[in-house]
């Protein structure tokens, strides 16, 4: 495995997506390691140093996986553990680190628990989920609702109690509170770090601890008729209690207890704590092994100030051991294409692979794919079957991976399970291969940037200032080495001026890097970012500046030590 301070990116596969060898129209672990070449490792992969896999677990599929009923197996659909092994091994084979989904909060109804659970109120399984009476009415126990719209309780008919479901009523939410539970859930973590597996990002964790005393959530007084439902409420009660970083720290125990391993955790920001607190209780749960990670880029409005505004704050509040994990893009969020447009999907990659940290790549936007057209009929996300026309669906982001012009984009022989995008015999892997000014190639490029160049990932972050409201422009620098990014977020012709001279080494269409000075002026086209490497002669900087590079560098950025 190869050590996580030198991973240049995540990439996150969504394995129903990615290519189906089974000719049923779903994609599978086969699928993941004969593609593995193009991820890394055969002529002009990618270059992407690890994977993230969404749930491939045994599961009724409720939520496609996200409502598990055997932790430590693998859904048939998706192949076996013998499957998941060789992948394993593949992947590794290629210096490939290898990360799954871990979800914490909840099982599935068919979860073996469950079952038992809900047998009796005796059973010994009872209390490693939530059940409570009735009101005297007969009403749930509080108002707490479900994420995916309505109460989070269901009523069980045969012990005359409530159970809770912060998700769908088929994922039944564990009893962290009980420490059996805890127990259970350590030895899947254990189980798969056993097997080989590098690293885990843990779901929905903010849900994990609720309010001892099931207090009400406050109305929401912000809250505007025709939106999602769920943010009726304020969920100051229903997630983030007191024993949350308390639970996430007994895991992040067991992490620690095997080598080069890390848990990243999902957490997007939310209205009741400030994101600043948010995001240092997260880091400070087990700095060493475990981050959260950073969604701010899916909300923030397109612009430069906007997108420097929050990486500066957020990278200003880090401690030197944290790691920062930018994602924009994911299996519930708009691809970047579609949220601000094909041309602007290559400034956010640039933007994206030149920031310090951990990034993570969703698959298919190497390619620019864009969100699907998913009429009603095709529809099968719980989301929108349940709260429909309001925009919350998530098939849109999960169509199948675009390979090639051939039939269904070459990812199965058979009927793919969401249709394919319509602009699959132009936006796609094969087409966009050989073509250096393709977004792929762009990709490539960034990647190997930062495999080439460390500062990337673990060296100072700091926003210059810039007269054009439209250009964003950072330095990103250690002791030896230092690069400038200059991002064009409008689309009109924009003039930047930067401290130093240099060499263009990366744009955002890389067949035609602009031309810069001897004095570091340049013309960016609209919607244009170039990475620039400082000219270094002596130490000293050529252009207009001869301060030293020492005395220049800024202690703002992050360090993995």
Known sequence: MRPWSLVNAIYQ?????????????????????DKLDYLKGGQKSLGADAIWLSPFYPSPMADFGYDVSDYCNVHPMF??????????????????????DFVPNHTSHEHQWFVESRFSKESPRRDYYIW?????????????????????????????????????KEQPDLNWGNPEVRHEMANVLRFWFDMGVDGVRADAVRWIAKDPDFRDD??????????????????????????LFRYLKELTDVVSQYPNRIMIFEDYPDMIYSTRDQYLGFYNVNPKVSMPFNFEGMWAPWGAQSFGKFVSEFQSMLLPEHVPVYCFGNHDQ?????????????????????????????????????????????VHDPVELKTPGIGLGRDPERTPMQWSAEKHAGFTTGSPWLP???NFTATNVTTEFDDEDSILSLYRGLLALRDEYPVFASGHYKELAEGNPDVLVY??????????????????????????????????????KPAITLFGEM???????????????GGIMSGRSSQSLDDQLQHTGIFRG
């Open 79 to 100: 192949g076996t553990l013998d499957d998941f092994r060789e992948l394993l091994q593949a992947a590794h084979a290629r210096s490939i680190n290898v990360m799954i």
């Open 13 to 33: 596969i969504y394995p129903r997506s990615f290519m189906d060898t089974m000719s049923d129209g779903i994609g599978d672990l086969r699928g993941i390691i």
């Open 475 to 512: 330095e990103r620098s250690d002791a030896t080495t230092k690069f400038f990014v200059a991002l064009n977020f409008s689309d009109v012709m924009s003039r930047v001026i930067l401290p130093y001279g240099g060499e263009v080494i990366i744009s955002s269409h890389p067949v035609r």
């Open 132 to 168: 409570k009476d009735p009101k005297p009415d007969g009403s749930p126990p509080n108002n707490w609702l479900s994420i995916f719209g309505g109460s989070a309780w269901e009523f069980d008919e045969t012990s005359g109690q409530y159970y809770l479901h912060s998700f769908l």
């Open 218 to 243: 406050l109305i929401n007084p912000a809250y505007v008729e025709g939106g999602d439902p769920y943010g009726k409420l304020l969920h100051a009660n229903s997630k983030y209690g007191r024993d």
């Open 334 to 378: 708009k691809r970047l294409a579609s949220r601000f447009g094909k041309e602007q999907a290559r400034v956010v990659a640039v933007l994206q692979l030149t920031l310090p940290g951990l990034p993570v790549i969703y698959y298919g936007d190497e390619i620019g794919m864009e969100d699907g057209i998913i009429l009603p009929e095709s």
């Open 523 to 537: 013309s960016l086209r609209p919607f244009e970012a170039v990475v620039v490497r400082a000219q270094v002669s």
């Open 420 to 422: 394919i995008h319509a």
